[in-house]
């Protein structure tokens, strides 16, 4: 099977395979952003805005979209996988595509963290979560015209990213732009 950006085809066609992977990458990321409690320290040192989740709603909730973006890129691979009414160069074009905005998203995803809690830049957390949520937009785009399943699976993750885009906008505004020290923890 033909290479996306970064990564075997058949990993994508493995729903196990696909669901477990940014489940665990998201975990791993978490894990080293926190290994020495500094997640937690800052969570509860910020001005936070109005309807602000609890700290248990976060590992909760990226749990799941996780495993829903996950199972979104499987359905999306085996469905530009079979016999369609598209000739096969276009339908291998929108699946690479779709598999290379799929990672590209997982990466901007997944930088988020360390940029709001080791480097305390809410800033460019907040940039990063722009670029993210258009990355995602462009995802589901293809998706929407390509295989709706895969779009819908994406949609509580792409309205979870414009309240992640409010909470980090809050909280950078509230705590004018600078958390803790401002310098990265070793």
């Not at 495993?67 to 996988?81: E, L, N, P, Y």
């Amino acid at each position: 099977m033909p290479w996306s950006a970064a990564l075997p085809q058949a990993m994508f066609a493995h729903p196990l395979v696909s669901v477990v992977t940014p489940i665990a990458t998201g975990s791993l990321i978490g894990y080293y952003t926190n290994r020495k409690g500094r997640t937690k320290q800052t969570y509860h040192s910020l001005q936070k805005p109005p309807a602000y989740p609890p700290t248990w709603a976060f590992p909760v909730v990226w749990t799941v979209l996780y495993g829903m973006m996950g199972f979104a890129i499987h359905h999306a691979t085996v469905s530009g996988t079979i016999a369609t009414a598209y000739p096969p160069a276009i339908v291998q074009d929108w699946t690479v595509k779709s598999q290379t905005l799929y990672l590209s998203q997982l990466a901007l995803n997944h930088l988020w963290m360390p940029l709001f809690f080791m480097f305390r830049k809410p800033a460019w957390a907040l940039a990063d979560l722009l670029l993210l949520s258009g990355n995602v937009a462009a995802l589901m785009n293809i998706w929407w015209k390509h295989d709706r399943v895969a779009f819908w699976l994406m949609t509580p993750y792409a309205a979870w990213l414009g309240m992640a885009t409010y909470l980090n906008a809050g909280v950078g505004i509230l705590n004018r732009w600078t958390i803790g020290s401002g310098r990265k923890e070793e």
